[in-house]
């Protein structure tokens, strides 16, 4: 079981790039899936997640109303569309999935047993 996270990259503030995360060797479908982050010298933190139908989104206060979760089971793959970026968005982007079938996903990150290799997002001020 592989997730493979891709679309990170150099950007300046305010604008926008979006992140992919493709699993391969078994479907998602039935799971909740989500992003964090780590940042230079910080903690890796909560980024969004979305519940395994895909209807619930959730954000952490930081990049609401500027980042979009989303996930496409056909696909099996992930996405986040982020917007109005800022120098603190600056940091490696994971995507997990939960090991879990029909959940809503949480914002720790001890239910997601699956995590992607995280991509490099950089905001430049």
């Known amino acids: 079981v592989q997730l493979q996270a891709s679309g990170g990259g150099l950007v300046q503030a305010g604008g926008s790039l979006r992140l992919s995360c493709a699993a391969s060797?078994?479907?998602?479908?039935?799971?909740?899936m989500g992003w964090f982050r780590q940042a230079p010298g910080k903690d890796r933190g909560f980024v969004a997640r979305?519940?395994?139908?895909?209807?619930?989104?959730y954000y952490a206060a930081s990049v609401k109303g500027r980042f979009t979760i989303s996930k496409d089971n056909e696909k099996n793959t992930l996405y986040l569309q982020m917007n109005s970026l800022e120098p603190e968005d600056t940091a490696v982007y994971y995507c997990?999935?939960?090991?879990?079938?029909?959940?809503?996903?949480?914002?720790?990150?001890?239910?997601?047993?699956?995590w992607g290799q995280g991509t490099q997002v950089t905001v430049s001020s």
């Open positions: 997990v999935a939960d090991r879990d079938d029909y959940t809503m996903g949480s914002s720790s990150e001890v239910p997601y047993e699956y």
């Open positions: 060797g078994r479907t998602f479908r039935r799971n909740s």
């Open positions: 979305i519940d395994w139908s895909g209807s619930r989104t």
